[in-house]
Each structure stands twice: as C-alpha cells, then as structure tokens.
C-alpha cells in the first residue's frame, strides 16, 4: 500500500473548524482513502472514506484533490471530544488497514 | 447494542508461555480482523478471518502465530511461546458482511499483552 505524510501534530480552538491534511503522493487508482482516530487507550474509530470525490458525513468530510495526491479531513466544528489522534490510510484490499503514526490533534476551550 | 469485546484487558505472561486472546465481534458481524500495535507505532494488520476461515494472514507472524474464528464463540489469536518482542496491544475490529468492496470496521478496545 502507498505512503502517506501527515503532521505530527495539529492544534485547534473549540467549535472552530479543522482541516487535518495528509499527502499520498504514490496514491495508486485502486487505493481508497481511509480516515481513523483513536482516543488514549481505545480501539481506533472510523471517521470516513473516499475514492475520488469529496464524502460527507455526519462526522466530517473528505476533501479529495483532483490528482488524488492529497486529502484533507475537515471537522466543521472542534470539539474537546474531537481530541484525538487521526490517521489517514490508503488501501486497496478495502480491509487491510495498516496505520502510520497519524497526527495528535489537540483542541482547546 | 455491545460494541466489539475483547479480554482479557491485560495480559502478563512469562517468556515460553501461550498467550490466547478473545474477540467478540459486534452481534450479526461475520467479519474479524486482527492488529498489533507494537510500542510508538501504529497499528499493523495481521489477519482477516470469516467464520471457520482465514481470509487473508499475510500481516501474521509465520511461526508462533496462529488465529481462528470457529462457527461458534469468539475469534482467537493464540501465540505460542511468547518473546518480549510480542508486547503490544492487539486491537480486533469487525465489520458486518454487505455486498460492498469496503466496510467500516469496528475496533475493540484492545489487549494489552506483556511479556516478562
């Protein structure tokens, strides 16, 4: 699966909105584009996918560049829960997740 | 609706010993997956199972390692004669069985295993 490069660490006021960016600049047709986030001592969380257009959901939304080399993760409005660590994952088995070291969002009051 | 479980929470085992670890998957989700985070990196995949078949074990481990999920009760990860180097937390998620290429996997809250 390809590569992925996101900041080690982002920081956000409450209720502002965040865009959490991730490069997959090896990004293959096939490969999806996955978001996760994992609290402190808890299983990973799904937060949303994508292929080649935008997605939204009711946790987020997926910003896809047309050259699919880039994505951004936008959360509309920051919440303290929101704090977590989020990790952005190309695959093209739809199953076999394999997570880098993501990037360690801290939201404050 | 109970979410993926996994026990125990922790586990403590000596050098040599056998480590089993239990996933129950969400209620009515066929599919089971198994992860390891080894300590400051990410989560790897190691196995994909349906009931009473191994999808997918590229990610495992080829010796040592081995998991099923039987057509009754829980997947397990069994790992034989543990080292050191197999402390982590093994994390299970599962996802339901629908005709897309790509489901939501849902994740345990994990097993922290440690090696004496």
């Known amino acids: 699966d390809a590569k992925t490069t996101q900041p080690n660490s982002m920081e956000s006021n409450e209720e502002e909105p965040v865009h959490l960016p991730c490069n997959h600049s090896?990004?293959?047709?096939?490969?999806?584009i996955h978001w996760y986030r994992q609290l402190p001592s808890q299983g990973p969380e799904y937060v949303i996918h994508?292929?080649?257009s935008n997605v939204n959901n009711r946790m987020a939304s997926l910003a896809i560049a047309e050259d699919r080399k880039s994505s951004t993760l936008i959360l509309h409005r920051a919440t303290l829960r929101d704090a977590a660590v989020y990790y952005c994952?190309?695959?093209?088995?739809?199953?076999?997740?394999?997570f880098g070291k993501g990037t360690s969002l801290l939201v404050t009051p | 609706n109970a979410g993926v479980m996994q026990n125990p929470r922790h586990l403590v085992r000596r050098r040599g010993q056998e480590a089993r670890l239990r996933c129950s998957p969400v209620?009515?989700?066929?599919?089971v997956y198994w992860y390891r985070q080894l300590p400051e990196e990410g989560l790897k995949f190691m196995v994909y199972?349906?009931?009473?078949?191994?999808?997918?074990e590229s990610g495992m481990p080829k010796e040592r390692f081995s998991a099923e999920f039987p057509k009754e009760g829980p997947s397990i990860l069994r790992i034989q004669q543990v080292v050191r180097g197999d402390s982590a937390a093994y994390f299970c998620?599962?996802?339901?069985?629908?005709?897309?290429?790509?489901?939501?996997?849902?994740f345990g809250p994990g097993t922290r295993l440690t090696v004496l």
């Open positions: 994952i190309l695959t093209n088995s739809g199953y076999a997740l394999n």
């Open positions: 209620k009515g989700h066929s599919h």
């Open positions: 090896t990004i293959s047709g096939t490969d999806y």
């Open positions: 199972l349906q009931k009473e078949n191994i999808i997918d």
């Open positions: 994508g292929l080649t």
């Open positions: 998620a599962s996802s339901p069985l629908t005709g897309s290429s790509y489901n939501e996997q849902f």
